[in-house]
């Protein structure tokens, strides 16, 4: 049995909201899915499965690396501070063997990557001083130095005044509680660790300096906290006020001093996770959530939990695909689309998502072997290791930084945030948009033509045979598919001709940076072919025994992740078409609401617009900085930005 048994869209061809018996039984088997895996996983973490882990190198699909060259930038305003970002498109390509007449026809998704930020991610540490605390630091400076190479008039590395104190011996014993033994380094490397473990900011990578205005990597740090941390290490050179500092180390020589760190204390294993953490920074700031890293070494706490296991990576190539990493570091909505994606099933339609969502969000967090919420945050990483393997390095840097929540959140809205660019780059598909099968458009056995509504929505948001004054160019606001059939005659014209039709499919071809010169830099990716994981269909006949307790908590009635997704699938359907369809599904209460026709004419003046065209009318200032500059809020997401109007 696998999960495409366990949720069969067999309910009524046009309703849809599900009786209470039906709601039921799409719950058990949710609860049967998700209880599964959450057995597999805690066994996996208390028993330190060798297999609940992959590197980092795992997510590497067409992802382009950073550019070198002087690139178009622009800014816009993110929590009350300007961002800048790199101007970019992804180019798509209809793949048609028919002579339908949009074979070859391509389509541009607008981009932008985030390179300089105003604002520190603000950096929490309360506790004790912890390994992992100093990892995560060391790792949001690695890369600093070949990143400066993109940066503006004005850009440089430099040590600030900040610095944490140094132990001389143990005769410190204010300092001893907060020490850590950096080991035998020479002063360079010494200073280094005093500027990563110093309060507020030890140091600055500063890309930009325009108009009076300093623009940081978008891995800058402001630690904040009541602990301090001192240092201590096996040289005899005495560390104070007349210290001179020399230039930060270049992102390899950095790279080794953090690598002779892990091996000192027996840390390699954690690397590739610290790292994964320091990558998600730029997420945390975006989405104004401060970082607050927990060392998951917890023996007083821990019911057993251990760190991944495996072999650590090879750093010497992870040094080499860094420009990689620093892409999707750089672009928070992929980052997010794809943490968010793990709780995706292209099983799972728009009218099912609260039964879907309902026990990994409510019942397990609840379970006594899992009491605690960071307990149940590392917890998804074993869980994303089963359902989604190549994501469980970003999904334990996610657990390891503090950023669960704020993905939790997201996700139980029903409306998580999507990236179209996501899928390419990572190989993980988060989106019923994402999957193309291989069979025929329409059922020509049944009694008349009809179609899967996902297939309705996938034929749209190709580019049309003959052009129309319809636009389906942006993806729906929802990742869930809508459900069941459509007749062809309740299609569009759009859909209609490509009866005969077998799969088409839009295909994600190169990455385009725009350049100052006004040429165009294209990446076909780290990988020369897509990366297609299929999401793993777990065995139940051979699972673990069920040897956790999972709480049985009432669904609740409002469905609200359902309904929201709901209104968001069919929503993007009519604002772009060509009104209401005639089929008795869109008189559903759950859509009544949101399809009524002032909300539609409100969208309608919306769709097909780029979200930057009408943020930029609150924020009219424009300049030039080696390209682009332009202004506007970008603090929503495009559905939201819709909706709000």
């Not at 569009?492 to 490509?498: P, S």
């Not at 009866?499 to 994600?508: F, I, T």
Request: hydrophobic share 35%.
């Amino acid at each position: 049995m696998d999960r495409a048994d366990l949720f069969r869209d067999y309910y009524d061809d046009q309703l849809l909201q599900l009786t209470n018996l039906e709601l039921v039984g799409s719950t058990n088997k949710a609860r049967v899915y998700w209880q599964t895996i959450a057995n597999q996983a805690i066994d996996n973490c208390q028993n330190g499965s060798p297999h609940c882990h992959h590197g980092l190198k795992a997510m590497l699909g067409r992802v382009p690396a950073m550019p070198s060259d002087r690139t178009c930038v622009f800014t816009y305003l993110v929590n009350s501070a300007r961002v800048m970002s790199i101007e970019a498109f992804s180019t798509w390509k209809v793949n048609a063997k028919e002579e339908c007449g949009i074979d070859g026809k391509q389509r541009a998704v607008q981009a932008s990557i985030q390179i300089g930020i105003q604002k520190p991610t603000i950096y929490h540490f309360n506790g004790e001083p912890s390994n992992c605390h100093q990892q995560v630091e060391a790792g949001a400076k690695i890369g600093k130095s070949d990143y400066m190479g993109i940066g503006r008039e004005g850009a440089e590395i430099v040590y600030t005044n900040s610095t944490a104190k140094v132990c001389q011996s143990d005769s410190d014993e204010d300092l001893t509680p907060n020490k850590i033994d950096i080991g035998r380094v020479d002063d360079a490397s010494a200073r280094w660790w005093a500027a990563l473990l110093a309060p507020d900011q030890g140091w600055r990578a500063i890309i930009a300096q325009y108009a009076g205005q300093i623009y940081q990597a978008p891995w800058a740090v402001s630690v904040s906290g009541a602990r301090r941390v001192c240092i201590s290490w096996q040289r005899n050179t005495a560390y104070g006020e007349g210290f001179s500092s020399p230039t930060p180390p270049s992102s390899k020589q950095a790279l080794n001093v953090l690598t002779e760190f892990a091996l000192q204390h027996n840390l390699s294993d954690q690397l590739s996770s610290a790292l994964a953490a320091a990558l998600l920074l730029p997420t945390h700031n975006y989405y104004g959530a401060a970082a607050q890293v927990a060392d998951p070494a917890r023996s007083d706490t821990s019911p057993g939990w251990q760190l991944d296991p495996s072999t650590p990576d090879n750093w010497e190539m992870i040094a080499a695909e860094l420009p990689y990493y620093m892409s999707i570091s750089c672009n928070p909505s992929v980052v997010m689309s794809s943490l968010c994606g793990i709780f995706w099933d292209s099983e799972i339609p728009c009218n099912q998502v609260s039964p879907w969502l309902h026990p990994i969000i409510q019942e397990i967090p609840a379970a006594t072997a899992i009491a605690g919420a960071e307990h149940y945050h590392l917890l998804f990483e074993y869980i994303c290791a089963i359902h989604c393997p190549q994501l469980s390095a970003l999904w334990f840097g996610a657990a390891m930084a503090g950023l669960v929540p704020l993905v939790l959140d997201f996700v139980r809205s029903g409306t998580p945030l999507l990236d179209q660019n996501g899928f390419p780059w990572t190989g993980c598909a988060h989106s019923f948009m994402d999957i193309t099968s291989h069979e025929c458009y329409f059922d020509l056995a049944s009694s008349g033509p009809d179609i899967a509504r996902s297939d309705v929505w996938q034929r749209q948001h190709l580019p049309p045979v003959v052009e129309d004054d319809l636009y389906y160019e942006s993806r729906p606001f929802a990742p869930w598919k809508p459900p069941r059939r459509s007749k062809k005659s309740d299609c569009d014209l759009r859909v209609q001709v490509h009866e005969k039709c077998s799969r088409h499919e839009l295909s994600y071809q190169k990455w385009n940076w725009k350049l100052e010169d006004g040429s165009v830099d294209e990446d076909y990716g780290y990988s020369a072919k897509d990366l297609h994981f299929v999401r793993h269909v777990y065995n139940f006949e051979t699972s673990p025994p069920a040897n956790t307790e999972f709480p049985n908590v009432p669904l609740s009635s409002t469905q609200t992740a359902s309904q929201n997704a709901s209104r968001a699938i069919f929503q993007w359907a009519i604002i772009n078409g060509e009104g209401i369809p005639q089929e008795n599904i869109y008189t559903e209460p759950w859509l009544e609401d949101a399809l009524n026709n002032d909300n539609i004419s409100s969208l309608s003046d919306w769709s097909g617009k780029d979200v930057s065209e009408h943020k930029g009318t609150a924020h009219q200032d424009r300049a030039s900085l080696g390209g682009k500059l332009d202004t506007f809020d970008a603090g929503v997401t495009i559905y939201d930005w819709l909706t709000q109007q």
